[in-house]
């Protein structure tokens, strides 16, 4: 009994409940078992497994110099927050996209999305809807940031626009 637990604690791997635990390998198909939390047995030598954490992530974007509709340059701090999608075909594509990335290459990645799509807002708008229209512009950037981070395994949680101003130079 004492050998069997040894033996099972040597191959069982656990996850938290907000993280994907991967198996890969021998037995697995392609892409590997994917489970979020719990645990699953691991067959040394023949098989893999790593983690995913679908921990949502804060990331601070200060779209410098962007132009609006009108050719007038606009600073636009914000934080968006991103995760790992809960959905289960998404769920795939973040394995094999993400997997292999460390949580800062992530980040990276997402950043550059939301800021590519942040600066397509600006071009959309003249300098008055966007300071004054709160609602119309945060309304792009949730459909063209949020439409840009689904095609990637990314779920668009929120963004945080703070203070819209002009550049002068």
Not at 46 to 59: C, N, R, Y
Not at 111 to 118: A, N, S, V
Not at 139 to 148: A, C, Q, R
Request: glycine share 8%.
């Amino acid at each position: 009994p004492r050998r069997l637990l040894e033996f099972a604690n040597w191959r069982y791997r656990t996850c938290a409940p907000n993280q994907l635990l991967v198996v890969y390998g021998m037995g697995k198909g392609e892409g590997g078992k994917i489970q979020k939390g719990g645990g699953a047995f691991v067959l040394p030598i023949v098989q893999q497994w790593k983690t995913l954490s679908m921990e949502p992530m804060a990331l601070e974007v200060k779209l410098g110099s962007a132009l609006s509709l009108e050719r007038i340059r606009v600073n636009i701090p914000s934080v968006f927050t991103v995760a790992v999608s809960d959905d289960d075909e998404k769920r795939v594509l973040a394995v094999s996209r993400l997997l292999t990335m460390t949580r800062a290459e992530i980040e990276y990645q997402a950043k550059e999305i939301i800021t590519g799509q942040l600066r397509a807002v600006v071009a959309q708008m003249d300098i008055d809807e966007i300071n004054l229209d709160r609602k119309k512009f945060n309304g792009m950037i949730e459909e063209l940031v949020g439409d840009e981070l689904g095609a990637p395994p990314f779920l668009f949680l929120c963004p945080q626009v703070a203070h819209r101003r002009p550049v002068t130079e």
